[in-house]
């Protein structure tokens, strides 16, 4: 793990952000071994997509971690009130994530804050269900539309990736993780989903159920390869 400390871009991170990641990284590589496929898929430059499964609270730490190791500095979607907390605040701004207003007319713009940051270049890591997967078995669930018309809008690779064991690294409900004994995470990438036949067809509903259908079919065929593995 420490050796995949080379491959982490370092520009870009903000300083909140960056140092959070530097302690971060430190308490992952003592504590909390990683095996991470599919890195190749994650485009070098350029606006791309990266779709996670939702498990844990620990869910952003590993996926950071991917991003950084496959040469990638991740902006967020998260909820707008982690902008209102001491620190956190300061850590999401300096990241440039971008904020959501879940409930409100405000979570519109998340959209339009997400697809600004990929047509700029950006890494956008997203969540697709929007919260923890209420699935007894952990398997995601049914994904909201928002990443799909991001992708649509604008065109970017929509990198499907599954994530398994932050769920007993950080428990849902617990508040305090359990490093010891050592737990392993697992982190897998596959190709972009093709979303090609769908770019210029009008985003109505059931074309934006059929790209979200495909990202989560994607993602849940790559957690049940690790998941057996």
């Given amino acids: 793990m ?3 400390t080379r491959l982490m871009p370092r520009r870009g991170r903000g300083f909140w952000f960056g140092l959070t990641i530097d302690v971060l990284w430190s308490v992952v590589v003592l504590f909390v071994p990683m095996r991470m496929t599919g890195r190749e898929h994650v485009p070098k430059t350029g606006g791309v997509l990266l779709a ?5 609270f620990a869910d952003p730490v590993s996926s950071t971690v991917f991003a950084l ?19 956190v605040g300061s850590i999401m701004r300096s990241g440039r994530h971008v904020p959501v207003d879940r409930g409100t007319a405000r979570a519109g713009l998340a959209l339009t804050g997400a697809q600004g940051a990929v047509e700029r270049g950006e890494c956008v890591a997203v969540y697709p ?7 007894p078995e952990g398997w995601p ?8 018309r991001a992708a649509l809008a604008s065109r970017v690779p929509v990198v499907p990736i599954a994530q398994w064991g932050t769920q007993r690294l950080l428990p849902r409900g617990s508040f305090l993780p359990r490093p010891l004994p050592r737990k392993r995470v697992d982190v897998a ?22 790209a979200t259908a495909r990202i989560m079919a994607a993602i849940t065929d790559l957690l049940a390869g690790i998941r057996t593995g």
Avoid at 129 to 135: A, I, L, M, P, R
């Fill in 189 to 210: 990438a596959g190709p972009a989903v093709d979303l090609s036949d769908l770019y210029d067809l009008e985003p109505t509903k059931e074309v934006l159920d059929k």
């Fill in 129 to 135: 269900e929007g919260t923890f997967t209420s699935d």
């Fill in 141 to 148: 669930m049914t994904g909201k539309s928002g990443v799909a």
């Fill in 52 to 56: 996670f499964n939702h498990i844990s």
């Fill in 2 to 4: 420490a050796a995949l």
């Fill in 69 to 87: 190791v496959s040469g990638r500095v991740p902006r967020y979607l998260a909820k707008a009130s982690l902008w209102r907390l001491p620190l």
